[in-house]
């Protein structure tokens, strides 16, 4: 779990919204753990990655969002795009049938602000683009680029620190929606 404490970065609960600097502070947070969601999507899908292995970073990777949060799956095959819960999505991800996966993610950015929610949570999205690549034994290949739409909640949590409440923010993954497939 990341803790994000840095004096300055607290806010009352009375305040209407984020300062600048906590926002800034807050939006990096959020996109160092697409990127890091990123990195245990790609080590979870190689075919190379012990099972062992793949099991620790599934764990990791379920710490970055919130409970109940699903991820969608597309193909050019369909236009259906299917919904998992993360765990089963991960899963499902290691289990693919090809012998050589390769999965990136690029042109990540904020597409809209975080919004105060009237529970006192921000809620905000993230926009990613996957490059997707599946090669089996005999060289058949599949290869497709997804647009996604990550939710992002930053709400404030406390923790005891030396016998004392310290209060922080942090940030937690929701669903990651499916905009588009293409070749």
């Given at each position: 779990m990341t803790i994000f404490a840095v004096s300055g970065l607290f806010a009352q609960s009375s305040e209407p919204e984020l300062a600048p600097d906590r926002k800034a502070a807050i939006d990096s947070l959020a996109l160092e753990k697409v990127r890091d969601l990123s990195k245990y999507i790609s080590i979870i899908g190689d075919k190379e990655t012990p099972?062992?292995?793949a099991n620790r970073v599934i764990e990791r990777a379920m710490e970055l969002f919130s409970e109940g949060s699903q991820m969608g799956v597309s193909s050019l095959a369909s236009n259906e795009v299917k919904y998992y819960g993360v765990?089963?999505?991960f899963r499902r991800l290691m289990a693919?049938?090809?012998d050589k996966v390769k999965i990136d993610w690029f042109n990540i950015q904020y597409i809209s602000d975080l919004e105060?929610?009237?529970?006192?949570r921000y809620v905000g999205?993230?926009?990613?683009y996957q490059r997707f690549q599946g090669i089996t034994e005999d060289g058949m290949k599949y290869q497709d680029t997804t647009k996604k739409d990550i939710t992002v909640y930053v709400e404030r949590k406390q923790t005891q620190i030396g016998g004392r409440l310290i209060g922080f923010w942090d940030v937690l993954l929701g669903d990651i929606r499916v905009s588009e497939t293409t070749q």
């Open positions: 099972f062992s292995e765990r089963t999505y693919l049938n090809y105060r929610q009237p529970d006192g999205v993230i926009t990613i």
